[in-house]
């Protein structure tokens, strides 16, 4: 991978590691989760439509992608900010990784293999002790909602190059743009009834906050990961996902005050070091080559 993209990569990830954390104080106090995904589409959409106006994904494809990638991902990932500790969620964002590698065995994009098989397993095994033995009901959902977010992003992530007609920032242009409907009709079913009190209470830094989230999380990291994404192997780019525990981590301790206990700290090692057998590729040493006679 060329020095550029590997720069471009950590670039996503600086933004989305505290993006994540910094979104949970807006969803708790101002927008209701899946207005706020509403309100971010509609902004990126209007951001970068007049420059990419058209793709040429077919209309169906885009649909899907949209729903699955944005629509459902989105609104499923900002419920479990509500209802989880910030540093948790992300953590356990990083299950996308060993799930697109199971994505793409089954897309035959890759052979099932021990290493990667083993170190999914020892993701599990990092994520059951990040939980431990939820206290509320709500902690059982906002597990659920990350495990519906990772899955539909996942298995996203791994069609998007087989399917898409168009890469980079013109791609997820048109997929913003059929997510905002999508997402409007959702926001009305779901939290139709208290739609307007709702918006007519956000504060100004509430809609800049929101502004914030979808230029810095959503359009500009967004638009340069399916570029890379189109350029790149799913093994070879995802691993770059890591980083982001690095930083929303350290977010949500320094920044929102969220204590750092033992089975996080625990549970986040042995995330990584799955992640780390899933995405370290080994090569036996090549047997010299005897000099001619």
């Known amino acids: ?8 990569a950590v670039f996503i990830q600086i933004l989305w590691g505290p993006i994540y954390t910094l979104a949970k104080p807006a969803v708790e106090d101002w927008f209701p989760p899946v207005l706020l995904v509403t309100i971010v589409y509609a902004v990126v959409a209007a951001i970068l439509t007049p420059f990419y106006p058209r793709a040429k994904t077919p209309r169906k494809t885009l649909f899907l992608l949209a729903f699955f990638g944005g629509t459902l991902q989105s609104t499923a990932v900002y419920y479990a900010l509500m209802l989880l500790p910030a540093s948790t969620a992300v953590l356990l964002m990083q299950l996308s990784v060993p799930i697109a590698i199971i994505a793409s065995w089954f897309l035959g994009r890759d052979k099932p293999n021990f290493k990667n098989g083993f170190g999914a397993l020892l993701c599990l095994v990092g994520v059951a002790v990040v939980i431990g033995k939820p206290d509320a009901t709500s902690d059982y959902l906002g597990i659920l909602a990350m495990l519906v977010w990772v899955s539909s992003w996942a298995t996203t992530l791994a069609v998007i190059p087989i399917v898409a007609k168009d890469h980079g920032t013109r791609l997820y242009a048109a997929i913003a743009r059929y997510a905002t409907p999508q997402m409007i009709v959702m926001a009305l079913l779901v939290e139709g009834e208290n739609l307007m009190p709702t918006i007519t209470a956000i504060p100004f830094q509430g809609w800049l906050g929101v502004i914030g989230i979808a230029v810095f999380g959503f359009a500009l990291p967004c638009s340069i990961w399916y570029w890379l994404l189109m350029r790149h192997r799913i093994d070879e780019l995802t691993p770059f ?3 982001m525990p690095v930083f929303g981590v ?8 969220e204590k750092l ?7 986040g090692i042995i995330i990584l070091a799955g ?11 090549s047997e010299p080559i005897p000099p001619a006679q």
Request: glycine fraction near 10%; aromatic fraction near 8%.
């Open 250 to 257: 350290a977010t949500a301790t320094f920044q929102l005050g």
């Open 1 to 8: 991978m060329p020095l550029l993209h590997i720069a471009l």
């Open 261 to 267: 206990s033992e089975g996080l700290v625990l549970g």
């Open 275 to 285: 992640l780390g057998i899933v995405v370290w590729r080994w090569k036996p040493k």
């Open 241 to 243: 996902t890591l980083l």
